[in-house]
């Protein structure tokens, strides 16, 4: 595997489901990233990791529930979902650092649909 | 009030010829970097081209150059001799100088929809 995998990349949930979204990044990067991308939205970055530690939350409600156990794996935990949280899910990573360039890279995404 | 502006929704072009999709951006930061990722209907972003806000000189990376209008705070992506393969989404995004220690997400914009036609 190469670059940046995320599974499943389809699921449909109930509302009362609890499940859980996986990106892995093989790129050796430090930083990872959870956006959600809505339709006629722009992408909406959610969370932000740097080396395993959450450095930002974009004021996500907290039936979203993202776990960084080390820099290559990345979750974002669900439960007791809206519909309106029916959104494609990009994982992405960076290597972090203090010059500006600092390119993401993104898998395919997890389609999520919300009944 | 937003930070990325795209203004065209959608654009038809015609195979071979070259376009432009415009880009503004809204910063008080000096030092930002901005971004344009293409997205086709499978759904990853793909990176294409990227500008420091200290850069001279506009980008370029193939058949993909950036305008780049510090005054204007404008930074256009123009794509040389399109391609029936060049029809996706595309989007504008920035990162500014944050507090992330260098690991700072990106602000999109809404994208502009490209279609190539033969």
């Known amino acids: 595997e190469t670059g940046v995998t995320q599974t499943p990349r389809h699921l449909v949930m109930g509302m009362t489901n609890k499940k859980s979204l996986k990106c892995e990044q093989h790129?050796?990067?430090?930083?990872m990233y959870w956006y959600k991308q809505s339709a006629k939205k722009p992408l909406e970055l959610m969370f932000v990791?740097?080396?395993?530690?959450?450095?930002e939350n974009n004021s996500v409600p907290s039936r979203f529930s993202p776990e960084c156990p080390n820099s290559s794996h990345l979750f974002l935990h669900l439960h007791t979902l809206q519909p309106e949280d029916s959104a494609l899910y990009l994982c992405?990573?960076?290597?972090?650092?203090?010059?500006?360039?600092?390119?993401?890279?993104f898998g395919p995404g997890t389609r999520l649909t919300v009944l | 009030a937003q930070k990325i502006t795209q203004t065209q929704p959608g654009m038809f072009v015609q195979e071979k010829e070259a376009v432009t999709l415009d880009c503004t951006y809204d910063?008080?930061?000096?030092?930002?970097?901005l971004f344009w990722y293409k997205q086709p209907s499978s759904g990853e972003m793909i990176f294409l081209i990227y500008?420091?806000?200290?850069?001279?000189q506009n980008a370029t990376e193939g058949r993909y150059s950036l305008n780049f209008q510090k005054a204007r705070k404008s930074a256009n992506l123009v794509i040389s001799a399109s391609q029936l393969g060049d029809s996706a989404m595309y989007f504008c995004?920035?990162?500014?100088?944050?507090?992330?220690?260098?690991?700072?997400?990106?602000?999109f914009g809404k994208g502009t929809h490209l279609i190539i036609q033969p």
């Open positions: 910063t008080s930061d000096q030092s930002y970097g």
């Open positions: 992405a990573s960076s290597r972090p650092g203090l010059a500006a360039y600092n390119e993401q890279f």
């Open positions: 990791y740097n080396f395993k530690e959450q450095t």
């Open positions: 500008q420091g806000s200290y850069d001279e």
């Open positions: 995004a920035m990162r500014e100088g944050g507090s992330g220690g260098g690991a700072d997400g990106l602000t």
């Open positions: 790129l050796g990067h430090n930083a």
